[in-house]
Structure formats: structure tokens, C-alpha cells
């Protein structure tokens, strides 16, 4: 047999494709969840390796299904993003998109903490100034 053949062989006996593996798959393909303090580019990531082993075991899931999961357990600081991806068309609602746009909006959400820091950093900052001017006068 060539390469070609051997590998096909040899992942035909290791990644079989029976009822049971992909009910298995699909398990752990609803079952992936965002995690606290976990990036979301590597929950997007696990998501869509998800759907890649299905699709390798003959189980193509729909686009729904996967945008579905992309955003079902994101926690409460992405809920606008996800209503407003709610609503968007059916022909809109592609997991490329949806991952897109999430990918954004987590950039925003950093951006913004980042802004609230240093925000608080100025106003801590100018507050000291005051009271030790203050102190100067009372002196």
C-alpha cells in the first residue's frame, strides 16, 4: 500500500466514525463552555475544534448550532453584543461572523478596562496632589 493508503487505514481504525463517536462528539461539543478568566479566542478556538471533529466524522453541524455555542455561555459583559447578534439575518448568522464580531467586542471590553484604570489612576493621583496642597495650607 502507498502513504496514502496506510494513513487512511490507520485513521479509519483510530478515529472511527460509528454512531457512538460522533454522539460522543456532540456531547463534548455542547458541553464546551467559556471559562472564567479564560481568553476568548481559545473558547472560540476549543468551539470551532469541536466542530471540526464532528465534520471529520461525517457529522457536519449546522451553522446555527455553532454560532449558538460560540455565544451561550459568555458571561454577562458580552450579553449586548449577543442580542444584537440576536437579531441579526439567518445569512448573517455564520460562525465566521459571529466570531468576528466577538473577537471585537472582547477588544472593546479591554480597551475600556484599560481606560477605567487609568482613569482611576489619574483621579487617585490628583486626589494625593490635593490633599497635600491641602495639608500645606493648613500648616
Given at each position: 500500500?502507498n ?16 454512531r ?5 462528539l ?12 479564560e ?13 471540526e471533529r464532528?465534520r471529520?466524522a ?9 454560532g449558538?455555542q ?5 458571561p ?32 472593546r471590553?479591554?480597551l ?27 500648616d
Open positions: 500500500t502513504g496514502a493508503e496506510a494513513w487512511r487505514i490507520l485513521k479509519q481504525h483510530f478515529e472511527p466514525t460509528t457512538a463517536r460522533v454522539i460522543q456532540l456531547d463534548d461539543f455542547f458541553s464546551t463552555r467559556f471559562e472564567s478568566g481568553a476568548l479566542g481559545l473558547f472560540l478556538c476549543r468551539v470551532k475544534q469541536s466542530a464532528l471529520e461525517g457529522h457536519q453541524l449546522p451553522p446555527l448550532y455553532q449558538y460560540m455565544i451561550r455561555s459568555l454577562e459583559e458580552f450579553q449586548a453584543i449577543v442580542q444584537s447578534i440576536y437579531r441579526w439575518t439567518d445569512a448573517e448568522f455564520q460562525p465566521e461572523k459571529i466570531e468576528s464580531e466577538l473577537l471585537l467586542e472582547d477588544n471590553l479591554q475600556s478596562r484599560q481606560d477605567f484604570r487609568n482613569m482611576k489612576l489619574f483621579i487617585c493621583h490628583n486626589l494625593k496632589v490635593l490633599l497635600l496642597q491641602q495639608t500645606k495650607f493648613v
